[in-house]
């Protein structure tokens, strides 16, 4: 029988990952854009680690979704925001991934933010606060890692690798 040597063991594994679990997960993750292209995996050796560094509190709020909250200025006296003329979205000046959607006025079930200031000129929309109605949970990931053909698939490629690598 041949041997293998730890190193080829991982490469192994590192690229039938890439080719099932990783590539899952980059075509799973909402989007599209940016957030899926920055997807990484590390191998050591006990574990196999993908993430996404660049992006990763927006993964995760992609994944588990969040609550209603309010946004506030933090830096700067007001938010800035463009108006939007695209299905009523306004999009946060400088950002690719906060949407805001325009009202038609005041929601009866809405309660005004506590000290809020917010008004509209040149074009722009400035805001002391702005109520996020919050991220529906996608799960993309879990989804991802529950799926039983994937599975079935990584281990045909991985066994595939390997017997290639032993030359059986």
């Known amino acids: 029988m041949n041997a293998i040597s730890q190193k080829q063991l991982d490469r192994i594994l590192y690229l039938a990952i890439s080719r099932t679990y990783l590539s899952a997960i980059i075509e799973a993750t909402p989007g599209k854009g940016v957030v899926a292209g920055e997807w990484e995996m590390r191998v050591d050796k006990e574990n196999v680690v993908i993430f996404n560094e660049e992006f990763g509190d927006i993964v995760l709020y992609l994944e588990e979704g969040t609550d209603e909250n309010i946004i506030r200025a933090k830096n700067k006296k007001f938010l800035k925001f463009k108006k939007g003329t695209d299905e009523n979205i306004i999009r946060a000046k400088n950002k690719k991934f906060l ?70």
């Open 99 to 168: 949407k805001f959607k325009k009202g038609t006025g005041t929601r009866k079930n809405s309660k005004k933010i506590p000290g809020n200031v917010a008004f509209e000129k040149d074009g722009y929309i400035f805001a002391k606060a702005v109520r996020h109605p919050g991220i529906k949970a996608r799960l993309f990931i879990q989804k991802v890692l529950n799926d039983s053909s994937l599975k079935r698939e990584f281990k045909t490629v991985y066994e595939g690798l390997l017997r290639k690598e032993l030359k059986i």
